[in-house]
T-cell receptor, first 112, second 114 residues
């Protein structure tokens, strides 16, 4: 089955700096790669996703890149703000509505 | 537009007991997936229900079972609870099995087994 690894497990940045979180996946059949933000005690919320026919996608301060050949994808957050502090999870699936395999999560701390 | 709802919010059970968790999908959605999230870990897929049948299953023992009702709501049942079953149980809904639309997560049920 699919296996998703996520790095780093914790990331501390200064407000205004950029943050990068990286994930690798094992199943070449996976074609949908969402990123979720989970604040303490709350539900995971989709912040951005990318499908295998696209190499990069941006939404304001957030961007995701996908390298299908290397089987890795990354989340980039620019101009970080304290409210970006949360746990971020990457996931992979062979279609958006199918079972998601999650990475272990990255705790992002943005220091004011 | 109602989002995904789950009940109860919190639950405390004793080892060996049985528990039932409930989920109502987002309005317009017909597929429900269940995930287990242990503390400090990513969610793990338990199973998915579509058209009242289990369609996909993760690596969980058959102590974990479920049901989907005609109104698309779903239940997760766990028998013979173990201490290791303590976790946040998340329900996610989507439209159509294997569809291209994203899954929306509910707030979860925090289960503590003592």
């Amino acid at each position: 089955g699919e296996n998703v690894e996520q790095h780093p497990s914790t990331l501390s940045v200064q407000e205004g700096d950029s943050a990068v979180i990286k994930c690798t996946y094992s199943d070449s059949a996976s074609n949908y790669f969402p990123w979720y933000k989970q604040e303490l005690g709350k539900r995971p919320q989709l912040i951005i996703d990318i499908r295998s026919n696209v190499g990069e996608k941006k939404d304001q301060r957030i961007a995701v890149t996908l390298n299908k050949t290397a089987k890795h994808f990354s989340l980039h957050i620019t101009e970080t703000q304290p409210e970006d502090s949360a746990v971020y999870f990457c996931a992979a699936s062979w279609n958006a509505g199918n079972m998601l395999t999650f990475g272990g999560g990255t705790r992002l701390m943005v220091k004011p | 537009d109602a989002g995904v709802t789950q009940s109860p919010t919190h639950l405390i059970k004793t080892r060996g007991q049985q528990v039932t968790l409930r989920c109502s999908p987002k309005s317009g959605h017909d597929t429900v997936s269940w995930y287990q999230q242990a503390l400090g870990q990513g969610p793990q897929f338990i199973f998915q229900y579509y058209e009242e049948e289990e369609r996909q299953r993760g690596n969980f023992p058959d102590r974990f079972s479920g049901h989907q009702f005609p109104n698309y709501s779903s239940e997760l049942n766990v028998n013979a609870l173990l201490l290791g079953d303590s976790a946040l149980y998340l329900c996610a809904s989507s439209l159509g099995q294997g569809a291209s639309e994203e899954q929306y997560f509910g707030p979860g049920t925090r289960l503590t087994v003592t």
